[in-house]
């Protein structure tokens, strides 16, 4: 299913950028002991924003293992969702390993706890075809120059209703 491009999708001067809108915006969202969860596959675009929200907070911050033939370990992922789970924030296609992550289960077990799902589909763009709503991501990112765009354009999907709960991350003109 296509993200409906009125509501749900925002230009952005990358998938760096994306990312800090998602993370600055859900800041009133977390408190104290609410945890985050990233792997050992993430790109600093997608730890440094998070490292930042647990910062401003006091939530903290938990890794998903790899295993050694570097896939995540989805066992290790099950045992750290608990209902502290705020948001779960990963990669689609890792940029170092080249891993390609199971999006939707992780997504459907994150759900499972009340989690928010972000995937940073920055690899995948070039790669696969994006479907957010078969993906269950309640957000995703793109950069534009890995799908051999140019360099400063971005996107940021986010389902409707979640984008209309986020802090504002720049204020002024049409926000």
């Known amino acids: 299913g296509a993200a409906d491009p009125s509501q749900e999708i925002i230009f952005t001067k990358g998938a760096t950028e994306a990312l800090n809108l998602i993370a600055h915006g859900m800041t009133s969202w977390l408190s104290a002991g609410d945890e985050i969860l990233l792997s050992t596959l993430e790109h600093h675009a997608n730890i440094v924003p998070w490292q930042q929200l647990a910062k401003r ?12 033939s570097g896939a995540l370990d989805l066992d290790a992922y099950q045992h750290l969702l608990t209902q502290r789970t705020k948001v779960v924030a990963v990669n689609g296609i890792s940029n170092a390993l080249g891993t390609i992550n199971p999006i939707d289960r992780m ?10 799902f972000v995937c940073d589909a920055t690899q995948m763009g070039a790669h696969r075809p994006i479907d957010v709503q078969q993906m269950q991501c309640d957000f995703l990112v793109l950069s534009g120059h890995k799908m051999y765009g140019p360099t400063g354009i971005g996107l940021c999907y986010g389902r409707a ?15």
């Open 57 to 68: 907070t006091g939530a903290v911050i938990r890794v998903i293992p790899i295993e050694s």
């Open 107 to 116: 997504a459907r077990m994150a759900h499972q706890v009340g989690a928010v």
């Open 161 to 175: 209703a979640l984008l209309a709960k986020l802090d504002p991350y720049q204020t002024g003109g049409e926000m």
